[in-house]
């Protein structure tokens, strides 16, 4: 393990002098004009014509190896596609002055595959009882049902042919979302003399270690909220509109039920888990809010007060790249040097862009890389801080998930979103676990504690009160139509004040700042997903810490593995864990809790010398 106790040096100098990572496109493209995407584009073109004449009306005709087969074929499009569009969207990560060249190739490509429509359409029209037949006597179709199984389970949410396709090409959603990603990006946030973006004035709320700077870039943030209130109540509201009129055609019956079906999750296990993170509310978040006031020797937390690292390291040592590398693939290797040998590809093969840059998009996160034809890739911005190794490790893990799968089970039906973050929260965790092990001294230890028990929360917690929010205003919308900018704020001061208690008091104001979440524009009820694989992963990690489980590592393994085709049965058969039982929720909520309880033993002393030190009124 990397001795994580040597002293500060110089951090601008190291930053300077790292070395940091870019992105290897062997396996795709020499250039976004190349003649060899020329080439594929063309030979996508072909394929998709080709299959179109060779299966469209036909499908029912089709013994069981020529429908394997033409799955397959429909695959193999989709895979070209997938390695055409990854190429262009990551140099576009890169060089965001290239966004042009990702708007025209995805109209190209909506284009070129609208005439391939036919074939899910046609599968949903088999006779149920034929092709169970047909299963049953060929084998490369059985390796297939799951991908079938997907497809046919959504016959009673699809709307005609013809109405699919009006929708497709009308595409009333992506005015609205344009409308409101680019208000953002021309939003002015004027603060201390300077012209900021989102991003920035954000980044100065939340760790700014000046509680009156932090305030004050709040007070501006806050303002500009406010001033166009009226328009993101305007896009919800048409958007909510779009969402009733399609979950109408589609046959669904709540405004979040689309969701639930899209990741294959029975409506009552999201209910459990809402009911259990809602009934933990006093006990974790409200607590950590509280310890945290009283380590900051206040009576409440501001808003602005609320991601702020109490330990913050005053010396703000670089960790050095390799440094982090080291840390991630040690703490892997602990516990599978299988999975260690399979992120170290990362590194060794440029599968990882990692250098902040001016053009780059923000962010991290892990591609697949257009599936079987390419690899995953991985996107940091890498700035040497414990948060980026803890980064490195969760985006490692999401690349190691989509590695192993992308042959095997995710080769059939992709990773569903409740499922996606079950790789990258356990690598994470291991990485941290390691650290918490290797900690020079209650200092350290304290820090690492206050950094993880302030993630989970702002994972687990706070986006179930963004859940909950959305269930207010898209059932108020069903019910009573279009809501106003108050009735918006007061949905939002409803749901964050039940997950901050009396330990965040917000006022009227804050009830405009929902607009700035992206997620509720454009992936409707999409958020609950880090609540829920959050929680099933630190169950997992729990049963993996008991040893209750023979063969865990080879478990897991063959879990990632399977990757979309993995079933809540088979997480009870590997493993012991019943997503379907109610009380399942509690020992994944049960982890925070432990880490809070280390966590609050460890500042006992800094509290009690926080009272001693505090002057006493004098006696009249």
Not at 6 to 33: G, H, M, T
Not at 186 to 205: N, Q
Not at 313 to 332: H, T
Request: aromatic residues 10%.
């Amino acid at each position: 393990m990397t001795d994580q106790s040597k002293p500060s040096f110089n951090a601008n100098a190291a930053r300077k002098a790292d070395v940091l990572p870019r992105w290897n496109f062997d396996a795709f493209y020499p250039d976004i004009k190349s003649d060899e995407l020329e080439a594929d584009k063309a030979k996508a073109a072909a394929m998709v014509k080709e299959f179109a004449t060779d299966y469209e009306g036909k499908i029912a005709q089709l013994t069981g190896q020529e429908l394997a087969n033409a799955i397959n074929k429909s695959k193999q499009i989709g895979d070209l596609f997938g390695k055409m569009g990854t190429y262009i969207q990551l140099r576009t990560v890169q060089d965001n002055t290239l966004g042009g060249e990702l708007v025209k190739f995805g109209t190209w490509a909506t284009e070129v595959t609208t005439a391939t429509n036919f074939f899910g359409n046609e599968i949903k029209k088999l006779d149920e009882q034929s092709l169970k037949a047909m299963i049953a006597q060929t084998p490369d179709l059985q390796a297939l049902e799951p991908w079938i199984d997907s497809v046919r389970r959504g016959i009673p949410h699809t709307a005609h042919e013809e109405v699919q396709k009006y929708s497709a090409q009308l595409s009333p959603e992506d005015g609205w979302n344009k409308l409101f990603d680019d208000l953002h990006t021309s939003l002015v946030y004027e603060f201390d003399g300077e012209e900021l973006g989102l991003e920035e004035i954000l980044d100065i709320v939340a760790g700014d270690p000046d509680p009156a700077r932090r305030e004050a870039a709040h007070e501006v943030f806050v303002e500009v909220m406010n001033k166009n209130s009226l328009i993101w109540a305007q896009v919800h509201n048409e958007l909510m509109r779009l969402k009733t009129v399609d979950d109408r055609w589609t046959n669904f019956e709540n405004p979040w039920d689309a969701r639930h079906f899209s990741n294959n999750i029975k409506p009552e296990v999201v209910d459990a888990l809402e009911t259990a993170v809602k009934e933990s509310y006093e006990s974790i978040p409200h607590r950590f809010y509280k310890l945290k006031a009283a380590l900051m020797g206040q009576d409440t937390l501001k808003p602005s007060d609320r991601n702020v690292n109490v330990f913050e390291d005053k010396q703000k040592r670089y960790i050095p790249f390799s440094e982090a590398r080291d840390i991630v693939l040690d703490a892997y290797a602990e516990f599978s040097p299988e999975m260690a040998a399979k992120a170290k590809e990362f590194f060794d093969k440029g599968w990882i862009d990692a250098p902040v840059e001016k053009k780059k998009q923000g962010g991290a996160f892990a591609h697949p890389g257009g599936a079987a034809l390419a690899h995953a890739m991985v996107m940091l911005n890498y700035q040497g801080t414990p948060r980026d190794v803890a980064t490195m490790a969760h985006e490692l893990g999401h690349g190691v998930h989509q590695e192993l799968a992308k042959h095997k089970g995710d080769a059939v039906v992709s990773t569903p979103l409740t499922l996606a973050e079950t790789a990258s929260v356990f690598g994470e965790m291991l990485t941290f676990k390691s650290l918490l092990r290797n900690a020079a001294d209650d200092d350290e230890r304290r820090k690492l504690l206050f950094e993880k028990v302030n993630d989970m929360i702002n994972t687990v917690y706070r986006q179930m009160s963004f859940y909950d929010f959305e269930k207010k205003i898209h059932g108020h919308y069903k019910a009573n139509g279009p809501l106003t900018e108050e009735e918006f704020a007061g949905y939002w001061l409803e749901a964050l004040g039940d997950s901050y208690g009396d330990a965040i008091p917000l006022d009227k104001d804050y009830g405009a700042v929902y607009g700035y979440i992206p997620h509720l524009v454009h992936t409707p009820f999409y958020v609950y997903a880090y609540t829920f694989g959050d929680t099933l992963v630190n169950a997992l990690y729990t049963v993996y810490e008991e040893g209750s489980v023979p063969d865990f590592e080879e478990k897991y393994i063959k879990m990632l593995e399977m990757g979309g085709t993995l079933k809540p049965e088979d997480l009870k058969e590997m493993f012991g864990l019943d997503i379907e039982d109610p009380s399942f929720w509690n020992k994944g909520l049960k982890v925070i809790e432990d880490l809070l309880d280390e966590l609050e033993e460890l500042c006992e002393p800094l509290l009690e010398a926080n009272q001693n030190a505090t002057p006493k009124p004098k006696a009249p």
